[in-house]
């Protein structure tokens, strides 16, 4: 009897060990949920900055690598930035209604994005979201539902112009960046769109946190208004309530991590993981690119560096074998954990001709992700076998692609075709490593795109001289990243025909609440880096609405959501009452010197340069040099710009920056040198 006992629990210990490697993959209970699509990030805000502004070669590589199907990271989604004129992160987004009494669809720079993306991959889906607004939705309170009809306006306006202006259909649309949801106003919202003919346009709610979303599904109405119930950062976990509400479940912001190989390691985790632990079928990457200026916050948290392309090759595993529309299979049955840790899904075709699974292994340490922490685990290397039956059971191979990261200064893999293996007796057995990432498809058409090594980085280019004739009216200059306030190109004619207009007229309401310690503006352009700088340029500042001071810059030394903290040295001037200061600060309140020369500075154009050569700062105002003095050791460093000292218009023209040390401004212009010899290092 014991040894009978003995016996069948070694038996049974053994059968539960061999069962253990072995994973079912087949669709006898059906399938599971419907797979949404894998995306990136435009926005939130500004980090596509730069882009537009790269030469075409490098620019449309870059396009390749991030939409281009069966070619790279061939993303399904397309989230961007609905432009609120205020700071998010990286510099303001146009709105398309700086103020009340108009409209425009051509600001920007995430319309061209969503185009090229349509371009490259027809069937991308578009997804906009606002994380500011412009301040007359407030009427002077920074409650964006203060009126619910005139936001939902607002925003279907945004709808409405990507179709008529651009033939763009956006296929969701959010509510309000990780802020305050208000439920009626997604009530108010699905009544406009679907009295205007959008009825297609699908509402993603919340963009914020689970706690949040949970109000949601306290009301039915609400719930039946939305489409998609999307989360930020959810750690690939999802509450009861959210997987029964019998909505899809999305990560719609997501990643954020330091591109290198941990970061790697943490998108690979959380594309399986956000299914198999969250039953999310949606994750989206903030952000898409980084193509802003460095030393700006958040550096390279960023699928792709506009000057490395580090990690577009994870995304391969699944966008590249999978399409919207596709299911995955249950839990259990294509769906799981692997017992030696990782994990795998498998994304299926509607007709079930077609199957991937999805594997990864990646080790703790190597898929930290910036948030949430993540719980300790271990991973070893492990044989995994699949048995595929159901209507799995006739394949008869699969093609295999690998990922290897690697973390000891050995050259990664990523992609990498490595043939097909044989389904025996419709069994596959595959070995995995920490750190890997395996694919098996049925696809035969993935392709590991490559296109040859893009040219060296580049520090920016001096002499920098823009007189902003080349660029369309209404566009934001490529290389002015405003971090308050909204530039656009404007066609003032005469000698100075096209100029850039500081917008915006009033406080917007925030994304981040610093931005409300500074009710001015700034626009930062070049290099961090930069010490001793010359800068000149001509400003108006004149008829209603128009600005009190206005200022140029150098060695400033802060932006995003602490702009208002810049140190520098800021040559503001009064042109109404003429008067002027240098200040070492952005808010004007540190005065170096300041003095007033009427009979200088005049009413109408004013060209000023500020010339920073050591310790000794020199301005003038109209050929007259109004002040030479000693200034501050700190900041050595920072960007030149210009700003106003409040919300109001404000012209600048012929901006024009040199080397202080070599101050021969030259006739060159300084965009077609960007264009050309400015190749992929636009920040450095
Ligand atoms: C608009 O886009 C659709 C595809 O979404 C295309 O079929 C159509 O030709 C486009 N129309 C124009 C005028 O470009
Ligand atoms: C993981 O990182 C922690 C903290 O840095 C370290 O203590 C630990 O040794 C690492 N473990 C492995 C397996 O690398
Ligand atoms: C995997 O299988 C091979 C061949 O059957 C065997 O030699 C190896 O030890 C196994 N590895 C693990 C980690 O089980
Ligand atoms: C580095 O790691 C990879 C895989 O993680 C391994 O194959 C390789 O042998 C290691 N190289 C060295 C020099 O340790
Ligand atoms: C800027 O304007 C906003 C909105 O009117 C106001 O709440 C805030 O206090 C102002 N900030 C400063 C520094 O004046
Ligand atoms: C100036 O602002 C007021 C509202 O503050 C507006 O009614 C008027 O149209 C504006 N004028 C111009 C030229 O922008
Ligand atoms: C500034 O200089 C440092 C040190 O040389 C370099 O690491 C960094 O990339 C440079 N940054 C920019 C924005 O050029």
């Given at each position: 009897?014991?040894?009978?006992?003995w016996?069948l629990a070694?038996?049974?210990?053994?059968?539960?060990?061999?069962h253990?490697?072995?994973?079912?993959?087949?669709?006898?209970?059906?399938?599971?949920?419907?797979?949404?699509?894998?995306?990136?990030?435009s926005g939130?805000?500004?980090?596509?900055?730069?882009?537009?502004a790269?030469?075409?070669?490098?620019?449309?590589?870059?396009?390749?690598?991030?939409?281009?199907p069966?070619?790279g990271?061939?993303?399904?989604?397309?989230?961007?930035e609905i432009?609120?004129?205020?700071?998010?992160?990286?510099a303001?987004?146009?709105?398309h209604?700086?103020?009340?009494w108009?409209?425009?669809?051509?600001?920007?720079?995430?319309?061209?994005?969503?185009?090229e993306?349509?371009?490259?991959?027809?069937?991308?889906?578009?997804?906009?979201?606002?994380?500011?607004?412009?301040?007359?939705l407030g009427?002077?309170?920074?409650?964006?539902?203060?009126?619910?009809?005139k936001?939902?306006?607002?925003i279907?306006k945004?709808i409405?112009?990507?179709?008529?202006?651009?033939?763009?259909?956006?296929?969701?649309?959010?509510?309000?960046?990780?802020?305050?949801?208000?439920?009626?106003?997604?009530?108010?919202?699905?009544?406009?769109?679907?009295?205007?003919?959008?009825m297609?346009?699908?509402?993603?709610?919340?963009?914020?946190?689970?706690?949040?979303?949970?109000?949601?599904?306290?009301?039915?109405?609400?719930?039946?208004?939305?489409?998609?119930l999307?989360?930020?950062?959810p750690?690939?976990?999802?509450?009861?309530?959210?997987?029964?509400?019998?909505?899809?479940?999305w990560?719609?912001?997501?990643?954020?991590?330091?591109?290198?190989?941990?970061?790697?390691?943490?998108?690979?985790?959380?594309?399986n993981q956000?299914?198999?632990?969250?039953l999310?079928?949606?994750?989206?990457?903030?952000?898409?690119?980084?193509?802003?200026?460095?030393?700006?916050?958040?550096?390279?948290?960023?699928?792709?560096?506009?000057?490395e392309?580090?990690?577009w090759?994870?995304?391969?595993?699944?966008?590249q074998?999978?399409?919207?529309?596709?299911?995955?299979?249950?839990?259990?049955?294509?769906?799981?954990?692997?017992?030696?840790?990782?994990?795998?899904?498998?994304?299926?075709?509607?007709?079930?001709?077609?199957?991937?699974i999805?594997i990864?292994?990646?080790?703790?340490?190597?898929s930290?992700?910036?948030?949430?922490?993540l719980?300790w685990?271990?991973?070893?290397?492990?044989?995994?076998t699949?048995?595929?039956?159901g209507?799995?059971?006739?394949?008869?191979q699969?093609?295999?692609?690998?990922?290897?990261?690697?973390?000891?200064?050995?050259?990664?893999?990523?992609?990498?075709?490595?043939?097909t293996v044989p389904?025996i007796?419709?069994?596959?057995t595959?070995?995995?490593q920490?750190?890997?990432?395996?694919?098996?498809t049925t696809?035969n058409?993935?392709?590991?795109?490559?296109?040859?090594?893009?040219?060296?980085?580049?520090?920016?280019?001096?002499?920098?001289?823009?007189?902003?004739?080349?660029?369309?009216v209404?566009?934001?200059?490529?290389?002015?990243?405003?971090?308050q306030g909204s530039?656009?190109?404007?066609?003032?004619?005469?000698?100075?025909?096209?100029?850039?207009r500081?917008?915006?007229?009033?406080?917007?309401?925030?994304?981040?609440?610093?931005?409300?310690?500074?009710?001015?503006?700034?626009?930062v352009?070049?290099?961090?880096?930069?010490?001793?700088?010359?800068?000149?340029?001509?400003?108006?500042?004149?008829?209603v609405?128009?600005?009190?001071?206005?200022?140029?810059?150098?060695?400033?030394?802060?932006?995003?959501?602490?702009t208002y903290?810049?140190?520098?040295?800021?040559?503001?001037?009064?042109?109404?009452?003429?008067?002027?200061s240098?200040?070492?600060?952005?808010?004007?309140k540190?005065?170096?010197v300041?003095?007033?020369?009427?009979?200088?500075?005049?009413?109408?154009?004013?060209?000023?340069?500020?010339?920073?050569?050591?310790?000794?700062?020199?301005?003038?105002?109209?050929?007259?040099?109004?002040?030479?003095?000693?200034?501050p050791?700190?900041?050595?460093?920072?960007f030149a710009?210009?700003?106003?000292?409040?919300?109001?218009?404000?012209?600048?023209d012929?901006?024009?920056?040199?080397?202080?040390?070599?101050?021969?401004?030259?006739?060159?212009?300084?965009?077609?040198?960007?264009?050309?010899?400015?190749?992929?290092?636009?920040?450095a």
């Amino acid at each position: 009897m014991a040894a009978h006992f003995w016996s069948l629990a070694w038996l049974l210990s053994f059968l539960t060990y061999a069962h253990c490697d072995l994973y079912q993959v087949n669709d006898q209970i059906g399938v599971g949920r419907r797979f949404d699509g894998i995306g990136g990030l435009s926005g939130g805000s500004a980090t596509s900055k730069l882009l537009i502004a790269y030469p075409d070669q490098q620019r449309n590589e870059i396009l390749d690598y991030l939409f281009k199907p069966k070619f790279g990271a061939s993303l399904q989604i397309l989230k961007v930035e609905i432009g609120g004129d205020a700071q998010a992160s990286d510099a303001t987004e146009a709105s398309h209604m700086h103020v009340e009494w108009e409209e425009n669809y051509q600001r920007g720079y995430e319309w061209w994005l969503m185009k090229e993306a349509k371009k490259r991959n027809p069937n991308i889906q578009l997804y906009g979201l606002p994380w500011a607004f412009p301040g007359w939705l407030g009427h002077g309170t920074q409650n964006p539902y203060y009126d619910r009809q005139k936001l939902a306006n607002y925003i279907y306006k945004w709808i409405w112009g990507a179709k008529v202006y651009h033939n763009l259909t956006i296929d969701y649309i959010g509510i309000w960046n990780e802020q305050n949801c208000d439920l009626q106003y997604i009530m108010v919202l699905r009544d406009i769109l679907d009295r205007n003919g959008f009825m297609n346009t699908k509402i993603v709610a919340t963009d914020s946190w689970w706690s949040a979303i949970s109000d949601i599904e306290l009301y039915a109405e609400v719930t039946a208004a939305v489409d998609a119930l999307g989360v930020h950062y959810p750690g690939v976990l999802s509450p009861d309530s959210a997987i029964n509400s019998g909505k899809q479940l999305w990560s719609s912001e997501d990643y954020s991590s330091f591109n290198d190989e941990v970061g790697g390691g943490c998108w690979a985790r959380i594309l399986n993981q956000n299914y198999v632990k969250g039953l999310m079928t949606s994750t989206i990457a903030w952000n898409l690119i980084d193509s802003f200026y460095q030393a700006l916050p958040w550096d390279r948290d960023s699928l792709m560096t506009a000057r490395e392309p580090v990690e577009w090759q994870l995304y391969s595993h699944t966008t590249q074998l999978s399409e919207i529309g596709w299911r995955y299979l249950p839990h259990d049955h294509g769906v799981g954990m692997l017992n030696q840790g990782g994990s795998y899904v498998t994304l299926v075709s509607p007709d079930l001709s077609h199957l991937t699974i999805v594997i990864e292994a990646m080790s703790h340490n190597h898929s930290l992700c910036i948030r949430p922490k993540l719980p300790w685990y271990t991973v070893t290397t492990q044989n995994v076998t699949f048995v595929l039956t159901g209507s799995f059971s006739k394949i008869s191979q699969l093609f295999i692609w690998q990922s290897t990261l690697t973390f000891n200064g050995t050259t990664p893999t990523y992609f990498k075709s490595l043939g097909t293996v044989p389904v025996i007796n419709g069994q596959v057995t595959i070995i995995i490593q920490p750190d890997q990432i395996i694919s098996l498809t049925t696809l035969n058409d993935a392709t590991h795109g490559e296109y040859l090594q893009p040219p060296p980085s580049a520090p920016f280019p001096l002499p920098f001289i823009e007189n902003f004739e080349d660029y369309p009216v209404s566009s934001e200059p490529y290389t002015m990243a405003p971090q308050q306030g909204s530039y656009d190109v404007v066609d003032v004619g005469g000698e100075h025909g096209k100029v850039m207009r500081q917008m915006v007229l009033q406080t917007p309401i925030a994304w981040c609440s610093g931005t409300l310690n500074y009710n001015g503006t700034l626009n930062v352009v070049g290099s961090f880096n930069w010490t001793d700088i010359t800068i000149s340029t001509d400003i108006l500042l004149g008829g209603v609405n128009a600005s009190d001071g206005a200022f140029i810059g150098v060695r400033i030394n802060n932006g995003g959501c602490t702009t208002y903290a810049a140190m520098g040295l800021f040559f503001f001037t009064y042109p109404n009452d003429g008067r002027f200061s240098l200040t070492s600060d952005v808010l004007g309140k540190n005065v170096i010197v300041s003095g007033r020369e009427s009979g200088v500075i005049v009413p109408g154009w004013n060209t000023l340069t500020l010339s920073v050569k050591g310790t000794v700062a020199t301005g003038i105002c109209n050929g007259v040099e109004l002040f030479s003095v000693l200034v501050p050791s700190f900041p050595a460093n920072g960007f030149a710009g210009v700003g106003t000292d409040i919300y109001g218009y404000a012209d600048f023209d012929n901006i024009q920056i040199t080397n202080a040390a070599d101050p021969s401004a030259s006739k060159k212009k300084s965009k077609a040198l960007y264009f050309q010899k400015e190749s992929h290092d636009v920040s450095a």
